[in-house]
């Protein structure tokens, strides 16, 4: 199986920062994309950020310019900067992952468990 941890959400006044983690571990042969989708309540679940094996990136529009995404391929951990944080930024966010567990294997999609971003003042 594959396990993906996140960590690193918490509570942050506006115009703060945080730095969210989500480090893939179990029977990997090989990670393609990694991304993070975030969903507030009420709303649906939406794509925030995802990175490709090359490091190739792609952002929402709504975090341009606010949040980085990159990742450690040796650590098979990928990160979520945010900076400049808005209220509307709270949401629970999730990390994903392409994964191939060995090389006769299709490649399935992962996910972390969630972990809290609110941003209040």
């Known amino acids: 199986q594959v396990q993906l941890v996140e960590s690193g959400g918490g509570l942050v006044q506006p115009g703060g920062s945080l730095r969210l983690s989500c480090a893939a571990s179990g029977s990997i042969f090989s990670i393609y994309a990694m991304g993070w989708y975030r969903q507030a309540p009420g709303k649906q679940r939406e794509l925030v950020a995802a990175?490709?094996?090359?490091?190739?990136?792609n952002l929402a529009d709504s975090v341009k310019g606010r949040f980085t995404i990159s990742r450690d391929n040796a650590k098979n951990t990928v990160y979520l900067q945010m900076n400049s944080l808005k209220p509307e930024d709270t949401a629970v966010y999730y990390c994903n992952a392409d994964v191939r567990r060995s090389l006769s294997d299709y490649v399935g999609r992962y996910w972390g468990q969630g972990t809290q971003v609110t941003v209040s003042s």
């Open positions: 990175v490709r094996s090359g490091g190739s990136t």
